[in-house]
């Protein structure tokens, strides 16, 4: 009996390292796990550093490893949760239990990651049982967004719309006061017993759920001949655009710049930074507000709008990946009749969709800084941090022609976006420097912004393997 245990056992493990295996093997093929090493050693590092600063190293070690830890894991607990979905989609039904399997795996990564972290925090000084609240609540929430992705959504918009009415009406003290510690963990104890339930149920029957990008056929066939994107087309087919018509001929998701489609894109980001302001001003964090440095709910806001305004180029050219595997029929080569010719034509259609992606959210930038309080000064001095925008559309223009659905330094670059952006916000809503050498150091910006954004666009254009022709009738 000991030995079927034991064969049973070593059956399990490689099943699960087979599971585990096609999640690194499936992150690896779109690009590098750079970052992970990169937090990986700045888990190792960190808490050496702090500790030969302060000499406490048990906050050294609880802050130091947790935080690069927590992020690690959660980057690959979104990984494992999508890759074994799409696993389970396509071939539960040809191999028996894997659904299981892949359940009891999802299990043990979440038990033994949720105890990591809160033992880590609790080191530095966290209480236990709201540290494991916590750490519980958004690993359900991101095993919700996949599993659930509307669920996700309205949970999403209920706390990134009521947190900032609450504030208005309730003011930062009361709201405070009323959100204690204990609140707080019930409700978060609620959400993870329900939405856990609910995920349990739904993942132990076959197949699991995997929300795949429908083919253009259907997706075409499924709009009204009435709707917004038939009037669209209609209207491209009469100014005949040339670069327009080819943009529709790479499928109706790839004209992202629309109102019809832009609009509900900026607003649901608008909404999201709103709220992370009312959050920030509600529950201040201590050690983030210190004399002469700018960061508050404004710097948090006006960043995390600057980071999502970088998602919104790499958003465009991943829609142009989705279907890419049916317009690989035909592609403009050299030898092609007109190639060149097609080509530009098709750049400055993308260069036109990436201009007006990004005016449309740097305006609205703006116009989020004005609402939270900002000066017009301010509000003119926030121009060059903007420019970060076009540095994330050279790169998506890179990431097209390079034939890659994912680069490999996009995540570093998100990093790097951030430390800039909050030194340009703070920079900017201080003062410091003055408006003449602020504007110097803007116009540099904005110009090496642009000269590189150009000159990737330029090798983008001499690359016909980036430009699909369309589809074959």
Not at 458 to 473: D, L, N, Q, T, Y
């Amino acid at each position: 009996m000991s030995l079927l245990r034991i064969d049973a056992a070593a059956v399990e493990w490689r099943a699960s390292r087979a599971i585990v295996h096609a999640v690194v093997q499936g992150h690896a093929s779109i690009g590098r796990n750079g970052f992970s090493s990169i937090l990986l050693a700045a888990v190792l590092v960190a808490p050496l550093v702090l500790g030969a600063q302060n000499w406490r190293w048990g906050v050294s070690v609880g802050l130091g490893a947790g935080i690069p830890l927590a992020l690690l894991a959660l980057m690959w607990w979104g990984f494992l949760i999508s890759s074994m979905t799409q696993q389970n989609h396509a071939t539960s039904k040809l191999v028996p239990g894997l659904a299981t399997r892949s359940l009891r795996l999802l299990v043990l990564a979440y038990v033994v990651v949720a105890t990591v972290l809160t033992a880590l925090f609790a080191c530095a000084g966290s209480p236990v049982l709201p540290t494991l609240v916590g750490v519980c609540t958004v690993l359900t929430y991101l095993a919700t967004m996949v599993v659930f992705p509307r669920v996700g959504m309205v949970f999403c918009a209920m706390l990134l719309v009521l947190v900032p009415l609450a504030l208005a009406k309730l003011g930062p003290a009361s709201m405070a006061q009323w959100f204690s510690v204990q609140r707080l963990a019930g409700l978060g104890s609620v959400f993870c017993l329900l939405t856990g339930w609910a995920l349990l149920r739904r993942l132990s029957r076959s197949p699991w759920p995997h929300s795949a990008p429908r083919p253009d056929h259907l997706t075409v066939a499924a709009r009204p001949a009435n709707g917004v994107y038939a009037r669209v087309l209609l209207r491209d087919c009469a100014r005949a655009d040339g670069g327009a018509l080819l943009l529709h001929a790479l499928g109706p998701q790839a004209r992202m710049s629309g109102s019809w489609l832009l609009g509900p894109q900026a607003g649901s980001w608008l909404v999201c930074a709103m709220g992370l302001s009312g959050i920030c001003l509600a529950f201040p964090v201590p050690g983030l507000a210190r004399p002469g440095v700018a960061i508050g709910p404004l710097s948090v806001a006006l960043c995390m709008a600057l980071q999502l305004q970088a998602i919104v180029p790499h958003s465009l050219i991943r829609t142009f990946y989705r279907n890419r595997s049916e317009q690989s029929l035909v592609r403009l080569t050299p030898r092609a009749p007109n190639a060149g010719a097609l080509n530009g034509v098709l750049g400055r259609a993308l260069l036109r969709e990436l201009a007006l992606c990004w005016a449309g959210t740097s305006l609205l930038i703006l116009a989020l800084a004005f609402l939270l309080g900002a000066s017009g000064t301010q509000v003119l001095r926030l121009v060059p941090a903007c420019c970060l925008g076009i540095v994330a559309s050279a790169m998506a223009l890179r990431d097209y022609a390079a034939r890659g659905s994912v680069a490999r330094d996009v995540a570093p670059g998100y990093a790097l976006r951030l430390i800039t952006s909050l030194a340009m916000v703070d920079a900017a809503l201080l003062g410091t420097p003055g408006n003449a050498a602020w504007w110097v150091i803007g116009v540099l910006v904005m110009l090496a912004s642009a000269g590189w954004a150009r000159h990737r666009w330029a090798r983008m254009v001499a690359s016909p393997p980036a430009f699909p022709a369309g589809r074959m009738p």
